[in-house]
């Protein structure tokens, strides 16, 4: 899988990052969600709407990781006040790190996790966070190896339903 190639998305990407968001979205969720909470979320999340704002937001990033050119996954930062909480200056939010199923352990999460620390070091930030769902396991483990420790929590709304995320920090070198 070393033929993955980082690109950053732009405006003129909207409706395939729409579909990568939503297509990944419910791959991760749909199984431990109700159908219900999961159609509020997207509606109100991954609308085409809501993706083009947020790709006009200068302080946010999005990046497609891309195999034989297939979108296979995408990774969303923030940094300044477009992060969802810290907003601290110093600080950059991993918000969304996703990948197609298919995918799954084979190296583009870590490939997206790398593009977001270069992104970080490249802004000068002192830390990289990010929230995770506290039943996320797999993913709770995959940013404990790579540094990442859990330093507080925090409401995360899919739907009508409250679920608690870990939030986790990485100090940069």
Known sequence: MNNIVISKAGIQDLKQLQEISTETFVQTFAEVNT???MEKYLSEHLSLS???AELNN???DFYFAQLNDQVIG???TNSGAAQTELKEAD????ER???LKEFKGKNVGQVLLDKAITVAHDQKAAYIWLGVWEENYRAIRFYEKNGFSVFDKHIFRLGN???TDLMMKRILP
């Not at 600080?91 to 991993?94: N, S, T």
Request: glycine letters at 4%; charged letters at 40%; proline letters at 0%.
């Open 91 to 94: 600080g950059l939010e991993v």
């Open 74 to 76: 995408y990774l969303k």
């Open 161 to 163: 339903d409250e679920q």
């Open 50 to 52: 809501k993706l083009s």
């Open 58 to 60: 200068a302080e946010s």
């Open 97 to 99: 790190i996703y990948v």
């Open 35 to 37: 159908k219900e909470d």
